[in-house]
């Protein structure tokens, strides 16, 4: 098998173990993320019906996996399990292009372990089993914990090392194939006998220092060219004088500097954990010395237990269109049931008999008025026609009148004839002014009668076919009974946009207050949405009833209004939350001195004594001033506890 073969079997080799290795980090990265919730708040199992003797175990253990040391701990360790598993994906995109990875996660796998080991030996807490006589026992369980960790560890640990040592195996092919490459170029340019010095002395070299690998790099490069030649047996000249004298050569380095750095940061990370360990060890021991501090219970205070209502999904605007029995009959309905439409779409369209002939008879009349008005404007267009004649035969006698010779005597008789014309023809102009006039009346008249005619039989026609139009923009629901009767909607258009509409009782109506959040439930869907309040009637549904039946009633209920934030469907049953901003606590924290009421909250591990305004509303303590949500405060406060002493709680 050449260099090259076994180059890449070793890569193969590593490249696998790298995969197993990151496979089984990667798993635990994932499960430590699944885990986060978990580890950053445990929770106390239900204590309550365990055997009285193993109460104490119980309580012990979860002490311990709720301490801050814990937490911070898993935390570290799934980060450094995310940046190894960051490393292991580069080298194995490395070793896909057969290139040298990075050897950082596996030694840090190395020291997770020996940090595991540590932790587990350091940080179990010793258990009080309540017997001195087992007093030993926990230790021995910290010893078992510490071999199953180390045991558990080779999943971890064997993947790591077969990829050291396969990587080892590849730098030492890489290495054996260098060797072979700069033999055969020192073969073409050296003497046989410094040849084989310098391959040996060069061989040498390799195994001591890895960095060598750059001088045999440099070295074939130099070898190509004869120009290089004597530079390379100057190199290989004081090499055979070194093997002669190898007895005083200077001692190569044990390790390499790479190799120092990663066991300086190995060195570092186990300080640390003897760090770590040592101050989880000594707060453990401080948890033991808090043990023999007085024991309380506590609660937290909380608000108190929404209000439910029971309401029904309605649109939140409707329009409803009925039957007009003075616009016809129904002739077509435009729209379809179910349709969506927009305010201003024409829904619906009526057909009038009884002005259709309305509209026939105004008509007729308007073809009347349409002929007189035409006989009307004929006779002002003859009356105009005549008075022309007129002015032109007047202007015919005015030249000749102007053209006659005044001292002749002809001219004289010719003058008084054209004389006489024009005097005629005046009268006769003056006459035709008059007919025009009157004619251009009449034409007035007829054409104002036509105008009011058509305005009429435009008026009438606009009545004989009416459409109804949508009013709001919805969904158009069409009732085809509405046709035959005036009290059911033809067509109603109910929006889009929903809201609950509910009850409240007199009892809790001072609590319903527009502008407050509540969330809405869908009682067959489930489905639950926030909403607003944005209406409550002023006036009782029950008064409202009873003033129209003239029945009393002994309770009171009020209709409001939920705008949820998004649409419902119609008709869903709902049921309304109303979340009540009172805080509770239980009626035993309450210490009453005097007339004034306290609270002991426990604040960094100490009672402190507060002031506090509480009430008791039907066999519950709400409070009204001095505590907020979310303060815990001791339940069983007895006359030994004082205001700043420090108390172990549960």
């Not at 580890?39 to 801050?68: G, K």
């Not at 009346?441 to 105008?451: R, T």
């Not at 004594?609 to 505590?627: F, H, M, N, W």
């Amino acid at each position: 098998m050449n260099h090259s073969e076994k180059v890449e079997r070793f890569f193969k080799k590593t490249k696998t173990w790298n995969m197993v290795l990151l496979i089984i980090v990667g798993l635990s990265a994932i499960m430590g993320i699944a885990n986060i919730p978990t580890t950053l708040n445990p929770q106390m199992a239900d204590i309550s019906n365990l055997p009285e003797e193993t109460v104490a175990i119980s309580e012990q253990l979860f002490a311990f996996q709720d301490s801050l040391v814990v937490k911070a701990y898993a935390i570290i360790t799934l980060l450094i399990d995310i940046a190894v598993v960051v490393l292991l994906f580069k080298n194995n995109r490395k070793l896909n292009q057969e290139k040298l990875p990075n050897t950082i996660p596996y030694y840090l796998q190395f020291a997770l372990v020996v940090v595991n080991v540590i932790y587990t030996l350091v940080l179990t807490p010793q258990i009080d089993l309540g017997d001195p006589s087992l007093s030993g026992v926990s230790s021995v369980l910290s010893i078992f914990s510490a071999i199953g960790v180390i045991i558990g560890s080779l999943f971890v640990l064997v993947p790591a090392l077969m990829a050291l040592l396969n990587l080892r195996k590849v730098k030492g092919a890489i290495l054996e194939a260098d060797i072979s490459r700069a033999e055969l170029e020192a073969e073409k340019i050296v003497p046989e006998p410094a040849a084989v010095v310098a391959a040996e002395e060069l061989n040498d070299e390799l195994k001591a220092d890895d960095s060598v690998t750059e001088i045999v790099k440099e070295s074939q490069v130099e070898v190509k060219t004869d120009e290089k030649a004597s530079e390379l047996a100057a190199k290989t000249k004081p090499a055979s004088s070194l093997a002669a004298t190898s007895g005083t050569r200077k001692k190569e380095p044990r390790f390499s500097k790479k190799q120092k750095i990663i066991f300086g940061v190995l060195a570092g990370v186990a300080a640390i954990a003897l760090l770590v360990g040592g101050m989880m060890a000594f707060m453990a021991s401080q948890n033991n010395e808090a043990s023999a501090l007085p024991s309380y219970t506590t609660a937290e205070v909380t608000m108190a237990d929404p209000l439910t209502f029971n309401g029904t999904v309605e649109a939140e605007q409707t329009s409803d269109v009925y039957l007009d029995a003075t616009k016809g009959r129904i002739s077509e309905i435009l729209v379809a049931n179910g349709q969506e439409v927009a305010a201003g779409t024409p829904i619906l369209s009526y057909q009038s008999d009884e002005v259709a002939e309305q509209v026939k008879t105004a008509e007729q009349q308007l073809s009347t008025l349409n002929l007189q008005a035409t006989n009307a404007s004929a006779s002002l267009q003859s009356a105009q026609t005549r008075k022309n004649e007129i002015q032109a035969n007047l202007t015919t006698a005015r030249n000749r009148f102007n053209g006659a010779d005044a001292n002749s005597p002809e001219g004289q008789v010719t003058r008084q004839e054209q004389q006489a014309l024009i005097d005629q023809y005046t009268q006769s102009i003056t006459a035709q002014d008059d007919v025009i006039q009157q004619a251009q009346q009449a034409v007035d008249a007829a054409n104002l009668e036509v105008s009011n005619a058509n305005s009429n039989v435009e008026d009438l026609r606009s009545r004989v076919a009416t459409q109804v139009t949508a009013e709001i923009d919805g969904i158009a629901i069409v009732n085809e009974e509405g046709q035959m009767s005036a009290t059911v909607p033809v067509i109603q258009v109910v929006s889009k946009a929903t809201v609950i509409k509910t009850t409240v009782s007199e009892y809790d109506y001072h609590r319903i207050v527009v502008g407050r959040t509540v969330t809405a439930r869908a009682v067959s869907s489930d489905q639950s949405v926030n909403g607003t309040i944005t209406q409550v009637n002023l006036l009782p549904d029950a008064a409202a009833a009873a003033a129209a039946t003239g029945a009393t009633t002994t309770t009171a209920n009020y209709t409001f209004t939920v705008k949820p934030e998004s649409d419902m469907q119609y008709g869903y049953s709902c049921q309304v939350t109303l979340p009540l901003e009172e805080l509770r606590i239980p009626a035993s924290a309450v210490v009453t001195e005097g007339e004034m009421q306290f609270a002991y909250q426990v604040v960094d591990g100490q009672a402190v004594k507060t002031a506090i305004t509480a009430e008791d509303q039907s066999g519950v303590t709400v409070v009204r001033e001095g505590l907020e949500q979310g303060a815990q405060i001791i339940t069983n406060p007895d006359d030994q506890l004082t205001d700043g002493l420090e108390v172990m709680v549960n």
